[in-house]
């Protein structure tokens, strides 16, 4: 039997770079997702070997079984319900199975990926030859989380085939799974993403995991319920940014000027918490939902404009945010900025033929544009066909 799982993106809805000191930051899901399959080998195959696809990307690998029983066997494992960080030598003993590969030196920024992927295996199914095919909507490295997605939907179909989760694996079309299995999920996926990212806030993981909205800060998770359908227009510079450096580069400013540092900060705070509760206040017609997305539009801009004060805006972003504004759309960047991918809410009466301007002209600047709803499912699992 192939199990498929599917794991959404996120965004950032407001206070990327101001949550790192200490201000509120809301996410949400959005509807363009990573897809796993995972199909075990019967015995009548004859095939010892653990094949991973990355469709999306052009690369595929394959192991002998028995390679990866003698290079990681030592470790212990399965560990399936106890959720376990990869060790230093686990990390070492995974990369030379990597290098093993010959990975191509234009997409070694995909190593760590390759590696959370068989410590997820290994982890959890143990030495089992298997096919796995990844195929996803999201683009790599654009801040749309497309490495937690990897690693939710791989979890999501690995734990699919254990018993430590309750599915009902005779029920057709995409299922959810249970709270308590979300919660097992979610802190596997987070050990993928700390191989791939380090020291992940695990803000990432859990929009995908759990999808909907999600308030954050200073580690603690809080789940909005969304009274307000949303819908964004997701334009990707495709100029690539350093994560790392910009929280750097805003932690140095912060140093050179703190008093106006810190006002900025409880300002883009502020933000959050009024986008996160204006999104969750009920919404009797459609005066109150134009009403409400004007103000999220306000909030957003305001959120921008904080955030070039912060120094992370990118000639890039700003060509985006002109186009939009020509159409009374405000924009704001989300994520790392310096490039990236950059928001505009679409109102809901909002004609067709306006957005299909705006996109064109934004293409035509070389950028990718994506509509996408926001705040939606998280994770599902699929036993057999699906659409």
Not at 23 to 32: E, H, K, P, R
Not at 54 to 60: A, F, H, M
């Given at each position: 039997m192939e199990i498929k799982a599917r794991a959404p993106g996120k965004i950032i809805l407001a206070g990327e770079h101001a949550v790192v000191h200490g201000?509120?930051?809301?996410?949400?899901?959005?509807?363009?997702f990573t897809l796993c399959s995972l199909r075990?080998?019967?015995?009548?195959?004859?095939?010892?070997?653990?094949?991973?696809?990355?469709?999306?990307?052009?690369?595929?690998?394959?192991?002998?079984?028995?390679?990866?029983?003698?290079?990681?066997?030592?470790l212990g494992g399965p560990f399936l319900s106890t959720p376990t960080s990869c060790s230093t030598e686990a990390v070492r003993c995974i990369a030379a199975l990597v290098e093993e590969q010959n990975f191509p030196e234009a997409k070694i920024g995909l190593a760590t990926g390759v590696s959370a992927f068989l410590w997820l295996y290994t982890s959890i199914q143990g030495f089992k030859p298997a096919t796995v095919v990844v195929t996803s909507d999201l683009p790599v490295g654009a801040g749309l989380g497309s490495s937690a997605a990897f690693c939710v939907s791989l979890t999501a179909t690995l734990l699919a085939y254990s018993d430590s989760v309750s599915l009902d694996k005779n029920q057709q079309g995409?299922?959810?799974?249970?709270?308590?299995?979300?919660?097992?999920?979610?802190?596997?996926?987070?050990?993928?993403?700390?191989?791939?990212?380090?020291?992940?806030?695990?803000?990432?993981?859990?929009?995908?995991?759990?999808?909907?909205i999600i308030k954050f800060r200073s580690g603690n998770l809080t789940h909005i319920k969304s009274n307000m359908p949303l819908k964004m227009l997701v334009t990707n510079t495709n100029v690539g940014r350093n994560t790392k450096a910009f929280v750097a580069s805003?932690?140095?400013?912060?140093?050179?000027?703190?008093?106006?540092?810190?006002?900025?900060?409880?300002?883009?705070?502020?933000?959050?918490?009024?986008?996160?509760?204006?999104?969750?206040?009920?919404?009797?017609?459609?005066?109150?939902?134009?009403?409400?997305?004007?103000?999220?539009?306000?909030?957003?801009?305001?959120?921008?404009?904080?955030?070039?004060?912060?120094?992370?805006?990118?000639?890039?972003?700003?060509?985006?945010?002109?186009?939009?504004?020509?159409?009374?759309?405000?924009?704001?960047?989300?994520?790392?900025g310096g490039g990236g991918c950059v928001l505009t809410l679409l109102p809901a009466l909002l004609s067709g033929t306006i957005v299909d301007k705006v996109t064109t002209e934004l293409e035509s600047c070389g950028f990718q544009c994506l509509v996408a709803g926001i705040g939606g499912k998280g994770v599902e699992i699929c036993f057999g066909e699906s659409s």
């Open positions: 201000s509120t930051a809301v996410a949400a899901s959005f509807d363009l075990f080998h019967s015995d009548s195959e004859n095939d010892d070997t653990l094949n991973l696809s990355l469709k999306s990307v052009g690369l595929e690998f394959s192991w002998s079984v028995g390679r990866i029983r003698e290079a990681l066997s030592h995409w299922l959810a799974y249970g709270d308590s299995d979300l919660d097992l999920l979610n802190k596997w996926a987070f050990e993928g993403e700390k191989i791939i990212h380090g020291k992940p806030s695990g803000l990432d993981n859990t929009v995908s995991t759990y999808g909907n805003v932690s140095e400013r912060t140093l050179r000027h703190p008093d106006a540092m810190s006002s900025v900060f409880t300002a883009v705070d502020s933000i959050s918490k009024e986008l996160s509760s204006l999104i969750e206040s009920p919404t009797p017609d459609d005066l109150s939902m134009t009403e409400k997305e004007e103000r999220l539009q306000e909030l957003m801009e305001m959120n921008q404009g904080l955030l070039q004060c912060m120094g992370v805006s990118h000639a890039s972003i700003e060509t985006v945010l002109h186009t939009t504004l020509k159409y009374k759309l405000p924009s704001k960047l989300t994520g790392a």
